[in-house]
């Protein structure tokens, strides 16, 4: 995503670029059988697995909360915000991994050696900015992706009651949060290359099924799409979509798990072009045909039948989820072994029983707030606004603001961009427009959603957005009384459905198909 001066940067960047993180490696063994094939599917630092890492990782659970973002949004709104943050969180993805080079390159001349240590944003942050900003960007990035590992454990449960609801949603948190706690025994990002494939397999897969599903379904009688009708509801939805595209809080863990991090350059870029081949087309056909049910239905799955192929799709995204939440969470693994002074340790058994502390929070949020898509929004807006868009824009203007810097910049920006003064007017505008639009007008929207849901289900909900049971078991709340949502009277959201956004009782559709196969 743009070129050095007549590549002598990059060449200089490789030549200064010290040692690799080389756990679970033994340099200087004999090749056997079993190392090659440990080397095809576990050790992978090449540009390639780079790819697979972002496009796998940037996906993910997302895909099935994209329609609901759609209804809240309208097809159009929907369509341009997908295009407009997949491009915005590709250029602050750049930068990150801009100055995650200019750091390694600077460190590298000091004969620093990161040989059994990864880097991380906060000490790139540190090393070229100072202290503040390493805390800034500490306290961030820890709690985004506490909160990350928190959403793939809640899309866990909500799908798999899909093909199972003998058991409530809360239940199977509590069972896949002990599946998923398994991630503490892989080591670093560099050992996700079988994972990283697999992961994006599977995400194609869910997202060509959704689309082909719905198209095939065709539209629900009387379908009707009336988004955007609120300002609350339109700007919800924007900011799960500025979340979608801010999975690079990640980016400097697989720049390092790379041989050549200074090839990443476009990499991020290139996975967003590939995702938004996914997300696109399976979130437009999906609201195309069931329109304003999503807005009481923020998981995809519930509103389509169940079939071999849905609960196919549903098995291959909680496999995926597992993968996800192992990226969202490794890195955390990595800050608490650096607290407690485990980081470098050769034993890979010791370090795992080390980070099973960091997953006992995030188990435990996930079953205090089970809001499957709401609580997406709420972290766009008030820890994805900072994370990955407003503190990296500013941290490349800080870095570059002396000529001298800029003068010895290992990456020059590129031209198309209008070079330096190009760069600094782009990110200007990132940061005015992410703390504008996300995360104030997004971070409005998404609390009062987010406090809704904690209003209408309450906090450790049960089974959050479930269908009503079958009449004769228990009763069944009364579907002419839906629950208004805030800023509408009772009798403006009873006659006009688009405003209503908690669950109201299953409509007549999900019952009719929730069992059938074609």
């Known amino acids: 995503m743009g070129s050095t001066s007549n590549g002598i940067d990059d060449k200089v960047a490789e030549a200064v670029m010290p040692g690799r993180y080389m756990e679970m490696e033994h340099e200087g063994e004999e090749k056997t059988i079993k190392s090659k094939l440990s080397g095809l599917l576990w050790h992978g630092g090449s540009a390639y697995d780079a790819w697979f890492s972002c496009a796998s990782n940037q996906v993910a659970q997302v895909l099935l909360t994209l329609p609901y973002s759609f209804s809240q949004l309208g097809m159009l709104s929907g369509i341009l915000f997908q295009l407009f943050y997949g491009l915005m969180g590709s250029w602050t993805a750049y930068l990150i991994s801009i100055l995650y080079v200019e750091y390694r390159t600077r460190k590298g001349r000091e004969k620093v050696d990161f040989r059994n240590h990864v880097i991380q944003w906060f000490e790139v942050l540190d090393g070229l900015l100072g202290k503040n900003w390493r805390n800034l960007g500490l306290a961030f990035n820890c709690t985004f992706l ?62 060509w099924y959704l689309t082909a599903a719905s198209l095939f379904h065709g539209q629900v009688e009387g379908v009707k799409h009336s988004g955007p009708t609120k300002l609350v509801l339109y700007f919800t939805g924007a900011t799960n979509i500025l979340y979608t ?5 990640v980016t400097v863990e697989i720049m390092h798990a790379m041989w050549k991090p200074q090839k990443f350059k476009a990499i991020y870029l290139l996975a967003t072009l590939y995702v938004l081949t996914l997300t696109l087309p399976s979130a437009a056909s999906v609201y195309w045909a069931f329109g304003d049910l999503l807005l009481n239905h923020s998981n995809a799955f519930s509103l389509l039948p169940q079939t071999p192929f849905r609960d196919a799709a549903v098995v291959l995204m909680l496999i995926h989820q597992f993968i996800t939440f192992g990226f969202a969470c490794t890195p ?77 910049a290992v990456e020059r920006p590129p031209r198309f961009v209008g070079g330096w003064v190009g760069a600094y007017m782009l990110n200007m505008f990132v940061v005015g427009w992410v703390l504008v639009v996300g995360f104030g007008l997004g971070g409005w929207a998404s609390l009062t959603n987010f406090v809704h849901q904690i209003n209408t289900f309450g906090l450790f909900a049960k089974c959050y957005q479930c269908p009503p049971p079958p009449p004769g078991t228990l009763p069944i709340p009364n579907p002419s009384t839906p629950t208004p949502f805030p800023g509408g009277s009772a009798a403006h959201n009873a006659t006009n459905p688009a405003t209503v956004v908690s669950p109201s009782p299953a409509p007549s559709y999900f019952h009719h198909h929730r069992h059938s196969r074609p």
């Open 245 to 249: 595209f801010g999975g690079h809080a």
């Open 146 to 207: 506490l909160f990350g590992s928190v959403i793939q454990l809640i899309a866990c449960a909500s799908n798999i009651y899909y093909i199972n609801d003998k058991l409530d949603k809360r239940t199977w948190t509590y069972i896949f949060g002990a599946c998923c706690a398994t991630t503490v025994f892989i080591p670093s990002f560099h050992n996700y290359r079988i994972w990283s494939f697999l992961g994006l397999v599977m995400t194609t897969y869910t997202a």
């Open 332 to 408: 955390l693994y990595f800050v608490w072994e650096k607290l407690i002074g485990l980081h470098d340790c050769h034993s890979m058994c010791k370090r795992a029983a080390a980070r099973l502390p960091v997953v006992i929070p995030i188990w435990f949020l996930a079953i205090i707030f089970p809001f499957f898509g709401p609580i997406n929004s709420a972290v766009g807006s008030l820890l994805v606004s900072f994370t990955v868009y407003i503190i990296p824009s500013l941290a490349y203007m800080f870095t570059f603001r002396s000529a001298a810097a800029r003068e010895n």
